[in-house]
């Protein structure tokens, strides 16, 4: 809904219903009054509602941002040619049937004799049903609170502009919370996001996303500035999986005293297994491979010979 006409006794009542009903501020919207209220004489005869219309401004994404949009869609958008499927086969007629020679006379057809009926098995009794387990309930969505539109001139208020607008250009109305953390890092929180497309497969997307938000955050900057972005508290569920995965895969190199490589992640993921097993006395870490199959490595740790015992 982009407008909404809405009448009521005054003009600031018209515009103030339509602004609740848009769910929007009066920054967000054009006002037209199409009528004026009039309250007649005595406020009983020839009296007149108030009649507005209004309609939400569509931002539309700056040039950069489409740009930038362009390029990140542009390997996804290069598909392969379909192959062409070769031409089906045409199928050879069937032979007729090679006639026998001196085929022999067929003998008179005796009536078959009916086969003796077999006893019935006795019924046994039926098991009872095994009854299934209810389906476990859905977790509620997150809550969506509205975010709270910062300057744009901040580094705040730009990484905050630029992922409105790149969201929308991806078909999503997402709520961008911004701040900066004791550190001086710029923390994002994107809300309204529950089937996962701002997360990808393992994290890929949002690791994009949060590149290009660094890159833009920080041109013609002198100082650099982290940029963090989660959705969906997916950071802190990534890393307690990470932990676990590290601290389940040093128990079988040492049960087994071999190496254990593990997939290929990210910088960010990959120090968050060197950190779970950075305490471990038994197994010891390290990085192997180029970017971007660069992965972890956890190998037992090599026990130094005890000092011969003196006479």
Do not use: C, W
Request: glycine share 6%; proline share 9%; aromatic share 4%.
């Amino acid at each position: 809904m982009n407008s909404i006409e809405m009448t009521a006794k005054t003009t600031e009542e018209a515009i103030s219903r339509g602004l609740e009903q848009l769910g929007a501020g009066i920054s967000d919207v054009k006002v037209e009054i199409l009528e004026e209220g009039s309250k007649g004489l005595f406020g009983l005869f020839g009296s007149r509602p108030a009649k507005v219309r209004l309609t939400l401004i569509e931002e539309e994404a700056s040039d950069e941002v489409k740009e930038i949009f362009a390029a990140a869609q542009a390997p996804r958008r290069a598909e392969k040619p379909a192959q062409e499927k070769p031409a089906p086969r045409a199928e050879k007629p069937a032979r007729p049937p090679k006639a026998e020679k001196n085929p022999k006379p067929e003998a008179p057809a005796q009536p078959a004799e009916k086969p003796a009926r077999k006893p019935r098995p006795e019924k046994k009794p039926e098991a009872a049903p095994v009854p299934e387990k209810p389906a476990p309930a859905e977790l509620p969505a997150a809550p969506v609170t509205p975010a709270v539109q910062l300057d744009r001139e901040t580094k705040e208020g730009k990484a905050q502009d630029f992922l409105q607008q790149l969201t929308k250009l991806m078909g999503l109305d997402i709520q961008v919370h911004v701040h900066t953390d004791e550190e001086g890092y710029i923390r994002v929180d994107m809300q309204g996001d529950p089937s996962g497309v701002l997360i990808g497969r393992r994290g890929e997307t949002l690791d994009s996303l949060q590149y290009l938000t660094s890159l833009y955050v920080n041109k013609g900057q002198s100082e650099y500035t982290r940029v963090t972005l989660d959705t969906e508290n997916y950071r802190a569920k990534r890393e307690d999986t990470l932990v676990r995965l590290a601290n389940r895969m040093a128990n079988r190199v040492v049960k087994s005293g071999r190496r254990v490589s593990l997939e290929p992640m990210n910088p960010y993921e990959r120090r968050i297994l060197h950190s779970a097993l950075q305490g471990n006395d038994a197994v010891e870490t390290h990085s192997e491979g180029e970017e971007p199959n660069r992965h972890v490595v956890i190998t037992p740790k090599k026990r130094e010979s005890a000092p011969a015992a003196e006479d």
